[in-house]
């Protein structure tokens, strides 16, 4: 996916081409650029980000592996995203098990930033359990739908950062 850089009477915007098609009706001058991720790091749908392919881990122990990475467990609230992760997993050789990423059920269900987990993301039947054991949650194979696991559970761990900033442009 690529961002847009946009000048408009001595203005540079930076943003979703989408959102400027929307907003601006006038002539402007785009520039399509590449996200600026960090190495390791990935650009995918809008955000930077990384899988551990080598090392399973539980929970905890991913989200201090994305944290040492200069990021966190990837927050993937849009559907398009899950979809595109899920579609990840099943193309990936060898094929992973699945992700730990940032949502978790303290009490409620959040995500890494502590907003409030959307309860229609759940595959039909979850969450199941009510108790400490099933309180992290996994991609649905060829779903956007989430189901709930054990957070000791080994998986490979999906961090996220923001992009960096892109320097260096001239007209």
Same mark, same amino acid.
């Given at each position: 996916?690529?961002?847009?850089?946009?000048?408009?009477?001595?203005?540079?915007?930076?943003?979703?081409?989408?959102?400027?098609?929307?907003?601006?009706?006038?002539?402007?001058? !785009?520039?399509?650029?590449?996200?600026?991720?960090? @190495?390791?790091?990935?650009? $995918? /749908?809008? +955000?930077?980000?990384?899988?551990?392919?080598?090392?399973?881990?539980?929970?905890?122990?991913?989200?201090?592996?994305?944290?040492?990475?200069?990021?966190?467990?990837?927050?993937?609230?849009?559907?398009?995203?899950?979809?595109? !992760?899920?579609?990840?997993?099943?193309?990936?050789? @060898?094929?992973?098990?699945? $992700? /730990?990423? +940032?949502?978790?059920?303290?009490?409620?269900?959040?995500?890494?930033?502590?907003?409030?987990?959307?309860?229609?993301?759940?595959?039909?039947?979850?969450?199941?359990?009510?108790?400490?054991?099933?309180?992290?949650?996994?991609?649905?194979?060829?779903?956007?739908?989430?189901?709930?696991?054990?957070?000791?559970?080994?998986?490979?761990?999906?961090?996220?950062?923001?992009?960096?900033?892109?320097?260096?442009?001239?007209?």
């Amino acid at each position: 996916m690529l961002d847009i850089l946009l000048l408009y009477q001595d203005n540079i915007c930076y943003g979703d081409k989408d959102v400027f098609f929307r907003i601006f009706t006038c002539p402007c001058l !785009f520039y399509a650029a590449p996200l600026a991720c960090s @190495p390791n790091f990935f650009p $995918f /749908h809008g +955000g930077c980000f990384l899988v551990n392919t080598k090392t399973s881990l539980n929970w905890q122990q991913a989200l201090a592996q994305c944290k040492s990475e200069g990021g966190t467990l990837a927050k993937i609230s849009r559907e398009g995203l899950r979809y595109a !992760f899920s579609n990840m997993l099943e193309g990936m050789i @060898p094929r992973p098990d699945n $992700f /730990h990423f +940032g949502l978790m059920s303290r009490e409620l269900w959040m995500w890494i930033d502590d907003s409030l987990l959307n309860e229609s993301l759940w595959m039909q039947g979850y969450p199941i359990g009510n108790d400490q054991t099933q309180s992290c949650a996994v991609l649905s194979f060829g779903s956007s739908k989430l189901k709930n696991v054990d957070c000791k559970l080994s998986l490979k761990p999906l961090c996220q950062k923001p992009p960096g900033k892109f320097h260096g442009l001239s007209f």
